[in-house]
């Protein structure tokens, strides 16, 4: 379970690192021009960036940690497969951060 939140928060932190550049993008897209307001978030974005990487630091600490020193029988993390399975997820999350840090430096290369 704390692995779940980690990643979500990693989620959670790197869309708002990059809000300052996809909201408006999306917004503009559905036609909702007025909606730029997601700029203001622009001076936060090292600060939200930061609290990404603690977040994926933590959840990479207790996903592969050694799961002997307090794993019960009957647990998550006593079932080799669900430990794969978190592995697999916190991989895909931490994919999916760069991406979303990565799209405000990508945007002027993909419209141009």
Request: with cysteine; hydrophobic share 50%; proline share 7%.
């Given at each position: 379970?704390?692995?779940?939140?980690?990643?979500?928060?990693?989620?959670?932190?790197?869309?708002?690192?990059?809000?300052?550049?996809?909201?408006?993008?999306?917004?503009?897209?559905?036609?909702?021009?007025?909606?730029?307001?997601?700029?203001?978030?622009?001076?936060?974005?090292?600060?939200?960036?930061?609290?990404?990487?603690?977040?994926?630091?933590?959840?990479?600490?207790?996903?592969?940690?050694?799961?002997?020193?307090?794993?019960?029988?009957?647990?998550?993390?006593?079932?080799?497969?669900?430990?794969?399975?978190?592995?697999?997820a916190l991989w895909i999350v931490t994919a999916l951060t760069a991406i979303?840090?990565?799209?405000?430096?990508?945007?002027?290369?993909?419209?141009?």
């Amino acid at each position: 379970m704390k692995n779940a939140i980690w990643n979500l928060g990693s989620v959670a932190a790197a869309f708002f690192a990059s809000a300052c550049c996809i909201l408006p993008l999306v917004f503009a897209s559905l036609g909702v021009g007025s909606m730029a307001f997601a700029t203001a978030l622009e001076p936060y974005r090292p600060y939200f960036i930061g609290i990404t990487v603690v977040f994926l630091g933590f959840g990479f600490y207790y996903t592969y940690r050694p799961q002997n020193q307090d794993c019960e029988p009957g647990e998550d993390c006593a079932v080799p497969s669900r430990l794969r399975l978190q592995r697999a997820a916190l991989w895909i999350v931490t994919a999916l951060t760069a991406i979303l840090i990565a799209f405000p430096y990508l945007v002027p290369y993909l419209f141009d």
